[in-house]
């Protein structure tokens, strides 16, 4: 008996669809960042309605207090290698990310990542889930995300932080790319933030007061 | 057929067996005023989204030629590429599957639900598994699968089918659905709240939190694929809502289905495909969420990543030396938005999972033409080209319908009932743009005289031979073409 494996195989090859295909190049990755790629990417992240600020790295701790006071945050949840200091807050209950549940992530008010990548030309910020990033599950299901970029972590356009991506991807790193926060436009096409996503993305870019 | 079509064709499925023919369902639904408003408002909100963010990019036909030359080598070598994806995917740790045909694949996933001893699933919408019709399949080995999508629940919780590949529920208003959800939601879990009113706001956080219990506890998520990428053995899922970041996240085994033209070669080619496909679809530089795995991942995420390969008709397709170009497809809904027919007809009309343009070509040769409604299929057009020029891939939708009609046509001979007939004149007439051009102005000029009446009963010939065994819908006031020039003219 042949497998299903074999008899697709053998359809295809007897498709006759095997030739030689001249591939054009894809454009170009843009080079080197430009000083205006970081405007361009706090731009582009602001026009999904997320809230964009910029700061210098000693302002960081003062800011992610006074940000997710906004949102009323009480609990927040910290993946491992976040940066220790970033969390003063006396009033916050500050969580380590012990075993917990999805039951217990969703009774978390917040999360506070960094980042590994961000996109100037689509304003997106790529987690890798590396150190301060945490698992996919933590920027996912309490209500607000926090993301600290720095400057220097932002590129042109897609195709470069593809090629920048690949030796995540060959780790077996999973990715997550975030443009903006959670959204549809499923009725009537109006776009409604935040339907099961974090339906607030705050986004404090480092390392240039532009 | 020729001797070169190999593959077999895919079942058309109960679900549209016996539905009456494009015409037939297109008369129907251009009865239904409200969907054809809120078809031609998405339609025309999207078609301006996305030509604003298309002009946006340097190099747009740069990007289209290489992402359709992509897509054509992958066909050209598609054993080879799926062998390599496959070995990168088993090396990842995840189990891969194949099936010749919707049956095979829906039995596999069945089998593996079951193995997990539960009886309920969360799905992240998926071109593939509707097509095979996986849901039904569940539900009969009882086990519910529950659509995470807003606009897939809105149609699951209205027993209803989708109508646009990007927005499946465009067809439906927001008194609507506040009503599918006040009388449908507490049968399938949390009710929707009291005081809902029919604000979008205030129904996409009764969906949130109907939702929310079940992602919380589902222990198997389903998913498709938007790409799969042979040299890394990595899957990358495109959304809006986190609705497919909770499936591909939060359950303990994830089951991807895969139709096998998904696969790109490179992980570089996304670079390409993550620029065609968001501006082409939703009309945004980016979509909200892009997920990207390969494998499972150590601590984060399922543990079990299972991939079942689906051929369910693509191998036919693939025969076909003109209409394989079809496979390029990314299902990015482009061509149902410019299209002048979809915005009338509606995406029901069409008979398939597939609507409009590029469901007038995929259909039939994934089903083959011997089924009324699929024979039809390729006449859902007035072969105006909009659909070519917008689409990311180059595919050439109007030559691959009038390659269509001939097969229609030769199916048809020796058999000469009046429907061979009419399907031969309509061959004739759409196979060189300008004689349909020349008909239909002349046409369009005599329907002033036929004002008030809803539908013609004769052409002038050779229109004649078509209208004699059907009505056709009066024509407007002027051809698609007229229209488009003058609507579109500007831009072109
Ligand atoms: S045929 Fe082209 S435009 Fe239509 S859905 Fe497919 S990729 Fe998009």
């Known amino acids: 008996m042949t497998t299903a494996r074999e008899e697709v195989l053998a359809r295809i090859r007897a498709a006759g669809a095997a030739r030689p295909v001249e591939v054009p190049p894809a454009p170009e990755p843009s080079p080197q960042p430009a000083p205006e790629t970081v405007d361009l990417f706090a731009e582009n992240v602001a026009d999904y309605r997320a809230v964009v600020e910029r700061l210098a790295e000693s302002a960081v701790p003062q800011r992610i207090s006074s940000a997710l006071g906004q949102y009323g945050v009480t609990s927040v949840v910290v993946p491992d290698g976040l940066p220790s200091g970033w969390l003063t807050d006396a009033a916050l209950r500050v969580l380590a990310d012990e075993r917990l549940t999805a039951y217990d992530l969703d009774a978390i008010d917040a999360v506070v990542t960094q980042a590994a990548v961000g996109i100037a030309e689509t304003g997106t910020i790529v987690l890798d889930h590396t150190a301060g990033q945490g698992r996919r599950a933590l920027s996912l299901v309490p209500d607000v995300h926090l993301c600290v970029i720095r400057a220097d972590q932002v590129v042109g356009d897609v195709p470069a932080a593809v090629r920048q991506l690949r030796p995540a991807v060959e780790t077996g790193r999973p990715l997550t790319w975030i443009s903006g926060p959670s959204a549809t436009s499923d009725i009537e096409l109006n776009r409604v933030e935040g339907v099961h996503g974090p339906r607030h993305l705050h986004v404090l870019i480092v390392g240039d007061e532009a | ?492």
């Not at chain 2, 740790?93 to 079951?114: K, P």
């Not at chain 2, 938007?226 to 303990?252: H, K, Q, W, Y």
């Not at chain 2, 089903?367 to 057009?381: E, Q, V």
């Open chain 2, 1 to 492: 057929m020729s001797a070169r079509h190999t593959g077999p064709v895919a079942a058309t499925t109960p679900t549209f067996i016996g539905m009456p023919k494009f015409p037939a369902l297109a008369r129907e639904a251009l009865g239904n005023t409200q969907q054809r408003r809120n078809l031609a408002f998405a339609t025309q909100t999207i078609r301006g989204k996305r030509a604003a963010v298309v002009g946006e990019v340097g190099d747009w036909e740069a990007l289209r030629l290489n992402g359709a030359a992509v897509k054509d080598e992958v066909l050209a070598h598609l054993d080879d590429y799926l062998i390599q994806l496959e070995d990168k995917l088993t090396a990842a740790g995840t189990t891969v599957h194949w099936a010749r045909d919707a049956a095979e694949a829906n039995r596999i996933v069945v089998e593996l639900v079951r193995g997990k001893g539960v009886d309920e699933v969360v799905k992240v919408k998926s071109m593939a598994t509707q097509e095979i019709e996986l849901n039904e399949a569940l539900e009969e080995a009882g086990i519910a699968a529950w659509e995470t999508d807003l606009a897939e629940l809105i149609v699951q919780l209205g027993n209803d089918r989708p109508s646009h590949i990007l927005v499946p529920a465009i067809h439906r208003g927001r008194a609507e659905i506040r009503d599918i959800f006040r009388t449908r939601m507490a049968a399938a879990g949390r009710p929707a709240p009291e005081t809902m009113t029919d604000e979008p706001a205030q129904l996409a956080e009764a969906a949130r939190l109907h939702l929310r219990e079940k992602f919380l506890r589902a222990k198997v998520g389903i998913s498709g694929a938007n790409f799969a990428i042979a040299d890394t053995g990595t899957l990358v899922v495109l959304e809006s809502e986190g609705n497919g970041r909770m499936c591909l996240t939060l359950p303990e085994t994830l089951i991807s289905v895969v139709g096998i033209e998904k696969v790109l070669p490179t992980w570089e080619d996304l670079g390409t495909f993550l620029q065609l496909l968001p501006r082409s679809s939703t009309g945004e530089r980016m979509n909200p969420y892009t997920s990207i795995w390969t494998g499972p991942a150590d601590g984060d995420g399922p543990q079990e990543t299972h991939v079942v390969l689906v051929d369910n008709g693509r191998t036919h397709v693939l025969a076909d030396p003109v209409g394989r170009q079809a496979l390029r497809c990314i299902r990015c809904s482009a061509c149902l938005n410019v299209c002048p027919v979809y915005e009338r007809a509606g995406g029901h009309a069409y008979g398939s999972v597939y609507p409009g343009p590029i469901g007038a070509v995929l259909t039939p040769q994934l089903r083959g033409i011997d089924n009324p409604i699929d024979a039809s299929l390729p006449y859902a057009s007035s072969l105006c080209g909009a659909c070519f020029e917008v689409c990311p891939v180059r595919i050439d939708i109007p030559r691959l319908l009038v390659n269509l009609r001939t097969q229609v046509v030769d199916a048809h001979r020796g058999r000469p009932s009046a429907e061979g007939l009419a399907m031969k004149s309509a061959a004739w007439m759409f196979a060189e743009p300008g004689r349909w051009a020349s008909m239909q102005k002349g046409i369009t000029a005599s329907s002033k005289l036929l004002r008030g009446k809803r539908t013609l009963q004769h052409l002038p010939w050779p229109g004649s031979v078509w209208t004699d065994a059907r009505n056709a819908p009066v024509p407007p006031r002027e051809t698609f073409r007229q229209w488009w020039q003058r609507t579109h003219g500007e831009s072109r």
